[in-house]
């Protein structure tokens, strides 16, 4: 008989792992847990500017979910709880996020719903001044009334000079920047949308795989300090970081099951954030680049993912 694989949630490095699906049921019972679409972080903001018509990505033809949530886990009876009773495991690979902080509505996991919310708001105010903060403030002044830009800085780790830069033209497009933190009873205006970070999902720790408040700890395969047979991918996991990371490791998950043993290898990654109409921002470590070429670099890869996954 074949070890039962269980995958679980629709993250970013699930999609690679269930792209190589066939290949894995030669040597596993492949099971999946979770949603049959999800939205692609990478491009939503796209959607919100009336540059794209979607970011869903959906579930692969041919997997039909045994349930759409896991509700926790027993890694000692190695069992997932999910809302349609326990389904067991002999390797576990996760992929379901972790989640915004609760400071207004939450950006991770992002929905349909989600997306339709921002859409039909007039006014928002984003809390949070990364990466996503700031590109998503670019993206709601195009076509809303009144965008709020709570932050204490914006893009803290960029150099100072792209920071002075990329504050200015936030202002020139409209953006009402407020340079402190938010506080839940402050005044805001619109759509509270919180872009302030991710922090663990409860579950983790209810099931013993990490401290409280702390991401999952791995070895260098991406196997779970305790349970070498749960694999942690994507946000969840404390040492990745990011959708290229989510990305990467669920393509490192899906070797190492068939059966190639060299260990995930940690990279920087380039990212590139939606600005000015036309325009984006590229950073790789402290490098930074404004400007249309990596407006047509984003583009191009973004549409190309859509392509993989979204129809
Ligand atoms: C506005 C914005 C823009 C971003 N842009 C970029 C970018 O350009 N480049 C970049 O590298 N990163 C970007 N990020 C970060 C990136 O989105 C995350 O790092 C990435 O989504 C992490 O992927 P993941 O696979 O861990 O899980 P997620 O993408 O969070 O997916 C988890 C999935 O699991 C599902 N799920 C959750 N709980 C359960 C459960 N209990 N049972 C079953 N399913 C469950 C969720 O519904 C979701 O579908 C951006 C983030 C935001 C908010």
Request: glycine letters at 10%.
């Amino acid at each position: 008989m074949k070890p039962r694989l269980v995958l679980v949630g629709l993250g970013h490095g699930q999609l690679e792992i269930l792209d190589r699906i066939d290949e894995l049921r030669t040597s596993y019972d492949v099971v999946y847990i979770g949603g049959k679409d999800a939205i692609y972080t990478g491009a939503f903001p796209q959607v919100i500017a009336k540059e794209l018509d979607y970011a869903t990505v959906h579930l692969r033809e041919g997997i039909e979910p045994v349930a759409s949530r896991l509700v926790s886990l027993d890694p000692i009876r190695r069992v997932v709880i999910t809302e349609a009773g326990e389904v067991s495991y002999d390797v576990l690979v996760l992929a379901t996020g972790a989640v915004s902080r609760g400071l207004g509505m939450a950006v991770k996991p992002m929905t349909k719903e989600g997306v339709h919310r921002i859409e039909a708001s007039d006014a928002v105010t984003i809390v949070g001044g990364g990466k996503a903060g700031v590109e998503l403030a670019f993206a709601c002044i195009r076509t809303k009334r009144h965008v709020t830009l709570y932050a204490p800085d914006v893009l803290p780790d960029l150099p100072a000079r792209v920071r002075r830069k990329m504050k200015r033209r936030l202002v020139k497009s409209g953006v009402t920047l407020v340079l402190r933190k938010y506080k839940k009873d402050a005044c805001h205006d619109g759509l509270v949308l919180d872009t302030s970070g991710v922090v663990p999902d409860v579950w983790w720790e209810a099931a013993g795989l990490a401290n409280a408040d702390a991401f999952i700890e791995t070895d260098r395969n991406l196997r779970h300090i305790d349970y070498e047979n749960i694999f942690i991918t994507g946000d969840m996991a404390s040492r990745l970081n990011g959708g290229v990371d989510a990305v990467r490791s669920g393509r490192h998950v899906v070797r190492y099951l068939l059966g190639d043993r060299r260990p995930f290898r940690k990279r920087a990654s380039l990212n590139i954030m939606l600005t000015l109409p036309g325009h984006a921002l590229l950073t790789y470590r402290k490098w930074t680049w404004h400007g249309r070429l990596p407006y047509d670099l984003k583009r191009f890869i973004d549409q190309r993912y859509l392509k993989r996954f979204g129809q």
